[in-house]
Nanobody, 115 residues
Framework: QVQLVESGGGLVQPGGSLRLSCAASRSIFSIYHMGWYRQAPGKQRELVARIAVGGATNYVDSVKGRFTISRDNAKNTLYLQMNSLKPEDTAVYYC?????????WGQGTQVTVSS
């Protein structure tokens, strides 16, 4: 079973930036498309960004132009660069395969955007 460990979250003011990381316990990025998901309090988990095996990326409209998904296959690590953060970006962020989350969800990393 592959383990996914997210990190990099924190408290940031509106307009600030964070870089999230997701470390996979073994090499999966050449096999699976990967996604960053988030879950805000009282809401369902949603996909915010996706990177295909071939490298193509897609974003939900609310983060386009602000978030960038990338990966380092050699390090088995997925990244999410988040700029111009807004209070509505506050959520727990997770990574998993896409479109079907194949592995157990990790603990996630909390992102709180507040002044």
């Amino acid at each position: 079973q592959v383990q996914l460990v997210e990190s990099g979250g924190g408290l940031v003011q509106p307009g600030g930036s964070l870089r999230l990381s997701c470390a996979a316990s073994r090499s999966i990025f050449s096999i699976y498309h990967m996604g960053w998901y988030r879950q805000a309090p009282g809401k369902q988990r949603e996909l915010v960004a996706r990177i295909a095996v071939g490298g193509a990326t897609n974003y939900v409209d609310s983060v386009k132009g602000r978030f960038t998904i990338s990966r380092d296959n050699a390090k088995n690590t997925l990244y999410l660069q988040m700029n111009s953060l807004k209070p509505e970006d506050t959520a727990v962020y997770y990574c998993n395969t896409h479109p079907t989350p194949t592995y157990h969800w990790g603990q996630g990393t909390q992102v709180t955007v507040s002044s």
